[in-house]
């Protein structure tokens, strides 16, 4: 098949997910042509089967805001003419459904183009949701060719916010094979110089991402356990914050901050728990990466996370902002280290049965080829 995606290229899980889909499919003898304006960070490589295709942006001093939907639905339309795209793919609701249903419209007469439309959350739960673009987002469900959501977690927000039910859930994936422990990485001494227990925690320092529950859960498990530090991975709005509350809690020299890096992989192998403390994630792809490398899983109870990490099996839940209960559990699996490397072991068995790129990759392929097969049957009818 010749696939176009089209992801937001420098942020976000839904970027990571739609970037290594593609490379997946190439892999498995697809085309894929991504569509989007700068180089999806995780596309380190082109070749003969992936290619990137940049949307060109005209400035002009009338627009206050630069039309990039409408740059991007005739970039999507000339690609898919040009390269005879089979379908899009579009991650993110917001605006890349309406720009693919936009351009598949654009070129109907010559070529119709389904477009599929991978849903990953605040574009249903949150963004999609308010008022000012609510009706846009289910216009863009309704027209869609095809529809999946990356947990049943959020089918299920799309059915009640959308009334839109027509989703199929194909859950985000790892490539176990790049997701590991790594026992021998010179890295471990670098981060824990005096054989100290390794904490991480992986964001864009967004607010719903809670980092700061982060150190303060560092700060207690510390008080009771000194050979521990954190390395917090990642860039955002509220690392300042986070640094500084570290400070105040006196924890910032075992607080490493490293910034974003291109291999996460790298610093989870290393590690030995993980914290996510999120408001929301309606999947929690860096749950689980974690788990994946066999890390037990601290997190919050919310969204698709239950779905990713098992309560008392892989990690532990709790609820949103509850830092004692999710340092007890961190101070356990610290004290317990059979407990803690079983932990890890679940978590991977799960990762590797539930999420491997084996396992997934061809729901997405089966799913391609269901939406083809229904315009070709529509055509023929
Ligand atoms: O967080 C966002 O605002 C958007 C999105 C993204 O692009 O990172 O995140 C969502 O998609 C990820 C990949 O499917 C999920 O792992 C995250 O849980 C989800 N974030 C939220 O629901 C807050």
Redesign the pocket.
């Known amino acids: 098949m010749n696939i176009g995606i089209t992801v937001?290229p420098t942020y976000?899980?839904?970027?990571i997910?739609g970037s290594e889909l593609g490379r997946e499919l190439a892999e498995r003898g697809h085309n894929v042509h991504f569509i989007s304006s700068v180089m999806p960070t995780r596309v380190t490589e082109l070749n003969d089967r992936v290619h990137f295709h940049e949307v060109e942006m005209m400035t002009y001093p009338l627009f206050e805001h630069q039309p990039y939907d409408l740059a991007l639905a005739t970039k999507m339309g000339s690609v898919a003419r040009a390269e005879k795209l089979d379908l899009f793919h579009v991650h993110?609701a917001i605006p890349h459904s309406i720009s693919g249903i936009l351009a598949r419209e654009s070129i109907k007469d010559k070529r119709y183009v389904p477009v599929i439309t991978t849903l990953?959350?605040?574009d249903i739960?949150l963004v999609g949701a308010d008022r000012s673009y609510l009706p846009i987002t289910r216009y863009a469900l309704q027209q869609s060719d095809g529809v999946t959501a990356?947990s049943k977690f959020l089918k299920k927000a799309t059915i009640e916010t959308f009334d839109f039910d027509d989703v199929q859930v194909i859950p985000?994936f790892i490539c176990p094979s790049h997701y590991k422990k790594l026992p021998d990485s010179p890295l471990r001494d670098e981060l824990a110089p005096n054989g100290e227990l390794l904490l991480a925690h992986v964001s864009n320092f967004r607010p719903?991402k809670r980092a700061i529950d982060g150190v303060e859960i560092f700060a207690r498990v510390k008080a009771e356990f000194p050979k521990v530090r954190l390395v917090m991975v990642g860039d955002g709005p509220e690392r300042a914050a986070v640094k500084h509350r570290a400070k105040v809690l006196g924890v910032e020299t075992d607080t490493i901050f490293v910034g974003k890096k291109a291999n996460i992989a790298d610093y989870l192998g290393v590690s030995d728990i993980f914290l996510l403390p999120s408001e929301?994630?309606?999947?929690?792809?860096a749950a689980l990466e974690a788990a994946a490398c066999e890390l037990p899983v601290i997190a919050t109870r919310i969204?698709?996370i239950p779905e990713v990490v098992n309560d008392g099996e892989s990690g532990y839940l709790s609820d949103v902002g509850d830092v004692e209960k999710m340092s007890a559990d961190t101070l356990r699996l610290l004290t317990d280290a059979d407990r803690r490397l079983a932990f890890g072991l679940r978590g991977r068995e799960i990762s590797v049965q539930r999420y491997s790129t084996q396992a997934i990759i061809p729901q997405y392929i089966a799913f391609y080829e269901s939406v083809l097969a229904k315009q070709v049957s529509a055509a023929t009818s």
């Open positions: 937001y976000g899980g839904s970027g997910v993110y990953h959350g605040t739960t990356v985000n719903v929301l994630e309606s999947f929690g792809l969204g698709g």
